[in-house]
């Protein structure tokens, strides 16, 4: 069934109860809004629309600060500019193209509400020097009326968040955390055990990561819910670090499970395979204290293990499972403490540091300021009264979209909401409501297509089209107290809406951005240079910032390597080498970084450039070069200056040896990829 059929014919509980929550809060704002007499009520209502699309009460108290201060930012600077350019209207577009480019890179550098924030700075400094332009006098009101306007849509969207049907971000956190924990311990029992193929293993991968990138972004929120609410974000980002953690050191002993069976052992082999059943039973355990104790026992049975008759790789791959055992009790105390803080004690994990790409929000940026320039001087140059509201449309969107997957497609959905929008609009908007008289008829008439948009909005595969049919519908009726019922200010706007949204649904077509193949290019190449500016990060806090970018670009990879062919798919394992390699060379850094010995920090040093470099010609298919003398100088430094006890020493030994074998076999993964893209391009050229 289509999404939309889906959404009307058969909507859950939930979906109703959100439209009706939307549905309040907007006309309590345009109720209020008309009482106070402000200029642009409608102002209000999509405020109060944009702040009910995650309903949950501190995720609408957070997004209406950021919408606040958004605004009051893109006001001062609005004002700013027309205190410089009140007479001189081109200079003042030239200083607002700037400012808007500006606003957009924010927010494709930032994450979640923040770059909510940023579009807000810009829509609020456009309205500000566009509305005011005519009348440089009025530039304070202007300013003024739009904080009033979206502040109203904002208090009043809390109001009903917070008193009809609440939920809130900690129900919302409990659930992704166990879908993490469940997802990460079913991974973790299929790397374990032999005869999962690579698709299957990225899949239930995958699988974990969406909850868990989910659960860092929307975690931040909790802080506006009572005194627990920090407590749940340290759990968050506590379980995000170790849950990253746990899957390099689970591709680490994939890969030597499933290729030196010889060298390991069937006593590796057998512990390896109660692990994996151990941890499918704390899977499947619904209460953390039953699952707790079944990975308590194996952990126990590890640690009384007797392992000096091994040699250092296996004793390194008994650590490796010891280490799992150890991180997915960490998870299930994390998962214990988002549920109900100051159940555990768990150490105050910084936040994670997202991939941020400078070039990508460039060419957002400078996409933006172009779609703003075509629409600016189409309104210099007809004069049109309605250029402003296509100004904005083609502003906003094109800031909104900028950051999405496909945002060609996406702007092509909001495109078709927003037609659909024109009829329902005129029907409801001017024909019945022409005839109401008072605000309860008003509500009834208007009601009923704002009610549509929002109960199609609350499914994810229909959003596009039906939050966009909502805000069209209140864009093109503009509800007020001195509403202009006339057909030909009817057909300005909906002419407005058209141009605008096809400056945005062309610039996305136009000016596309770069292609899949460069940006998957630049993520390996910025995985590379992470792995040179860990020797001069902080190991405090090198953790937290080597996790978060590696978890948000191992989502990205995976996507990337869906679209291509089977034997091609090379990108995620890419990922996850480079990801064990940080995790190699931090664990380097936690041991050696206060070595006194000069001989032992100069070639710590050497083996952490050397680990680098090693990636990045993996990651060109060529076999790393070096790792083997490297590894045996650190090593031969560390035995004659007796700095780290022989049992470390060994299991260091073992570290290395382990990372040099997976460097090698991925090598030979990109070689193997590359020949068959040679091979498929030659036979294509033949044929």
């Known amino acids: 069934m289509h999404p939309l059929l889906q959404a009307y014919l058969t909507p859950s509980s939930d979906a109703v109860k959100f439209a009706i929550k939307g549905t309040l809060a907007m006309f309590l704002a345009l109720y209020v809004a008309l009482w106070a007499d402000l200029e642009r009520p409608y102002w209000a209502l999509i405020s109060a629309a944009f702040l009910q699309i995650r309903p949950m009460s501190g995720m609408v108290i957070e997004k209406g600060l950021y919408q606040l201060g958004g605004t009051f930012v893109g006001v001062v600077a609005g004002t700013f500019i027309m205190a410089l350019f009140a007479q001189a209207r081109i200079p003042a577009l030239y200083s607002l193209t700037l400012w808007l480019m500006l606003c957009v890179y924010g927010s494709s550098m930032t994450r979640n509400n923040a770059a909510y924030g940023c579009i807000m700075a810009a829509v609020s400094a456009l309205l500000v020097v566009v509305l005011a332009g005519s009348n440089p006098t009025s530039t304070f009101d202007v300013a003024v009326a739009r904080l009033s306007e979206l502040g109203l849509g904002a208090i009043c969207a809390t109001l009903v968040s917070g008193l009809l049907w609440p939920t809130q971000v900690k129900q919302h956190l409990a659930t992704q955390a166990d879908t993490v924990v469940n997802q990460a311990f079913l991974h973790a029992a ?103 104790s079944v990975l308590q026992q194996l952990r126990h049975r590890a640690h009384q293990a007797e392992t000096s008759h091994l040699s250092a790789l296996q004793q390194r791959v008994w650590f490796g499972l010891r280490e799992i055992l150890g991180q997915a009790m960490i998870l299930l105390d994390a998962r214990e403490a988002i549920t109900r803080p100051g159940s555990r004690r768990l150490r105050n994990s910084p936040s994670l540091s997202w991939h941020r790409d400078r070039m990508v929000a460039g060419i957002n940026a400078a996409r933006a300021g172009i779609v703003f320039s075509v629409t600016a001087i189409f309104w210099l140059v007809t004069g049109w009264n309605n250029g402003p509201v296509a100004m904005m449309l083609a502003t906003l969107f094109s800031a909104f979209f900028a950051s999405r997957d496909n945002p060609a497609r996406i702007s092509m959905m909001f495109f078709k909401g927003m037609l659909a929008a024109i009829p329902s609009a005129f029907i409801f908007g001017h024909v019945l409501l022409a005839q109401a008289n008072g605000f309860p008829m008003l509500a009834m008439l208007f009601g009923a297509p704002l009610f549509i948009g929002l109960l199609g909005a609350a499914h994810p595969a229909a959003m596009g089209y039906s939050l966009a049919f909502t805000i069209g519908n209140i864009l093109l009726t503009m509800p007020g107290n001195g509403m202009d019922f006339g057909v030909d200010s009817f057909l300005n706007r909906a002419l407005a809406v058209v141009i605008g949204l096809t400056v945005v649904v062309l610039g996305f077509r136009m000016i596309p951005g770069p292609g899949p193949r460069f940006l998957r290019r630049r993520l390996v190449s910025a995985i590379g240079r992470d792995l040179h500016r860990l020797t001069r990060q902080r190991v405090q806090r090198a953790d937290a910032w080597f996790s978060g970018r590696m978890a948000d670009r191992l989502l990205r990879l995976a996507h990337h390597d869906e679209l291509l062919p089977e034997q091609r798919r090379v990108l995620f394992s890419l990922g996850l080498t480079g990801l064990d390699v940080g995790r190699a060379c931090l664990r380097l850094r936690q041991r050696l970084d206060d070595a006194s010995a000069s001989e032992v920090r100069h070639a710590h040093r050497h083996m952490l450039d050397t680990l680098a470099r090693a990636y990045q010609e993996s990651a060109r298919g060529q076999a790393p070069r070096g790792i083997e003398q490297a590894s045996d100088a650190l090593i031969e430094a560390i035995a004659r200056h007796g700095s780290v006890p022989t049992e470390r020493r060994i299991l260091l030994a073992g570290l290395l040896e382990r990372v040099g074998l997976t460097l090698q076999r991925q090598a030979r993964l990109v070689a193997g990829a590359s020949e068959a893209t040679r091979m498929q391009s030659t036979t294509a050229a033949a044929g």
């Open 190 to 292: 299929q790397r374990l055990e032999p005869g999962h193929g690579d698709s299957e293993l990225q899949q239930s991968l995958t699988a974990s990561l969406g909850p868990l990138m989910t659960l860092e972004t929307d975690s931040q929120a909790a802080r506006y819910e009572g005194p627990a609410g920090p407590g749940r974000v340290r759990a968050t980002h506590e379980l995000t670090r170790h849950t990253v953690a746990m899957f390099a050191s689970l591709y680490a002993l994939n890969q030597l499970l499933g290729e030196h069976r010889e060298r390991l052992g069937e006593e590796l082999y057998r512990f390896a395979d109660d692990v994996a059943d151990g941890l499918r039973q704390a899977e499947r355990i619904k209460g953390v204290p039953e699952a707790r």
